[in-house]
């Protein structure tokens, strides 16, 4: 009988039969490593597989994820009037002087469709250069919040629709913030 050896090492054969079911090992490497580890069954199955780890591993690991670099702000970028943006809802407004209509609330016109419901909040974003909207962030000692949008991606719309028009929001920005938005390049 193949347990006759345990005898000597004074184990238990449940012992035994406990390492070999949870290691797939031999029942002399059973033996071996419960002696080691004074008949303690955790321990020499925890010693076992510290020593044969390929043994046990059989899941497979998929392969790590690429790294990616890439510049989401050029330097010197002026946001305000950009060039025309494929794809964009505000197309047909690029040429229009948000800030003069902010300011002068009579000239201000309503738009229809879904450029009214999906304009930028031109009234709380800054105008000009990431450069300059840090110099006025330290001059006014706020906080510089980058709001980088992508015409592509509807939620980023969405933004425009549910959060920068709220009051509470408006007002806390303005309070804490200097509000610059960017509109990222789609390239052809």
């Avoid at 070999?20 to 419960?34: C, D, M, P, S, W």
């Avoid at 080691?36 to 899941?59: F, G, H, K, M």
């Avoid at 209509?101 to 309503?110: G, T």
């Avoid at 840090?134 to 006014?140: L, P, S, T």
Wanted: charged share 30%; with cysteine.
């Amino acid at each position: 009988n193949e347990y006759k050896s345990y005898l000597r090492f004074n184990m238990s054969q449940d012992a035994i039969q406990q390492f070999v079911q949870a290691t797939g090992t031999t029942v002399e490497k059973a033996i071996q490593f419960l002696s080691i580890c004074d008949n303690n069954v955790n321990l020499a199955v925890e010693c076992y597989v510290d020593q044969n780890p390929t043994d046990n591993v059989s899941e497979e690991v998929r392969a790590p994820i690429p790294s990616r670099v890439d510049r989401v702000v050029e330097e010197r970028v002026r946001v305000g009037r950009t060039s025309k943006r494929p794809g964009n809802v505000f197309d047909r407004d690029q040429d229009r002087n948000f800030r003069a209509e902010h300011q002068n609330h009579a000239a201000k016109r309503k738009l229809k469709g879904l450029a009214e419901l999906f304009k930028p909040p031109s009234d709380i974003s800054f105008v000009g250069t990431l450069e300059d909207a840090k110099f006025a962030g330290k001059r006014q000692d706020k906080w510089l919040l980058v709001n980088v949008q992508d015409v592509t991606d509807f939620q980023c719309q969405v933004l425009n629709r549910d959060l920068w028009c709220k009051p509470d929001v408006r007002q806390i920005i303005g309070q804490y913030f200097i509000f610059w938005q960017l509109y990222r390049q789609v390239l052809p």
